[in-house]
């Protein structure tokens, strides 16, 4: 009869244990999946914000209103009636069809309008801004924060990290950059500085090709993709930064306060 009464009273401990053991997982599988929910809604929101945020940027550069001379700006509280204003696209197509390149007074209406609409996440978001056709880069613009590099004692390797000083010339640089469309240059660079928010636009460009005195003869539409791109602020490796044939620009007159 003692005997029955023991082996009854460990099966019920054991089913105990059992039920324990179940209860426990299935806990820390609830934590678990709520955690990585809740991280997961998380990050798709971000993302969301960010497209958006870029698709909007996208939109403004594609119509804002730029002057025609790059040494001047728009004032908007007393605008001067006499002023040369037109659209920032309407400029790049004017320009772009008469020698198939941009002069550096299109150029830098760009960079000033790029500029003035990425003001808001430029502190902690590099960014390019590209126009290109199926031949060729058009223009191309990036914005790259400064790395300075020092060397760990412990370990005798490179470490690089965020400069960060109070004017935007000390923490951050822009380059017009060329690289040639076959060597992949901006699919590298998205490859390496990891997740990248883009949005992207298509345009009509014209070209002139001289074969013949009649204007609607001797014109032929081009089509051209329009990119707007953003990443967290991340070091790029020389080869990646090579491919793209960047020249660095000095922000005077294109970072206005």
């Known amino acids: 009869m003692e005997m029955k009464k023991e082996r009854g009273a460990q099966a019920a401990v054991t089913d105990a244990l059992f039920l324990l053991i179940i209860i426990s997982s299935l806990t820390g599988f609830l934590f678990l999946f709520t955690a990585n929910y809740g991280k997961g809604i998380s990050d798709q929101v971000n993302r969301n914000d960010n497209f958006e945020f870029i698709s909007s940027a996208l939109k403004t550069i594609m ?37 198939k390149i941009l002069s550096d007074n299109t150029k830098k209406n760009i960079a000033k309008s790029v500029y003035a609409i990425m003001r808001p996440v430029a502190d902690t978001q590099d960014y390019l801004f590209a126009i290109n056709t199926a031949q060729k880069y058009v223009f191309l613009l990036i914005w790259r924060s400064k790395f300075d590099v020092i060397i760990d004692p412990a370990t005798g390797k490179p470490v690089r990290f965020q400069n960060v000083g109070a004017n935007v010339g000390e923490t951050h640089e822009m380059f017009f950059c060329d690289p040639a469309l076959s060597d992949n240059a901006l699919q590298k660079l998205f490859l390496r500085v990891g997740n990248t928010t883009q949005a992207q636009a298509l345009i009509n460009m014209v070209e002139f090709t001289g074969n013949s005195f009649l204007l609607a003869l001797d014109t032929s539409e081009v089509r051209a993709g329009v990119t707007l791109a953003t990443w967290t602020a991340t070091p790029i490796p020389d080869l990646e930064w090579g491919l793209l044939k960047c020249t660095k620009i000095s922000l005077n007159g294109i970072a206005i306060p």
């Open 63 to 99: 119509y804002q209103s730029t002057t025609r001379d790059s040494n001047e700006n728009i004032n908007t509280l007393s605008p001067d009636p006499e002023q040369e204003v037109d659209y920032l696209m309407a400029l790049v197509k004017e320009d772009l069809a008469d020698d």
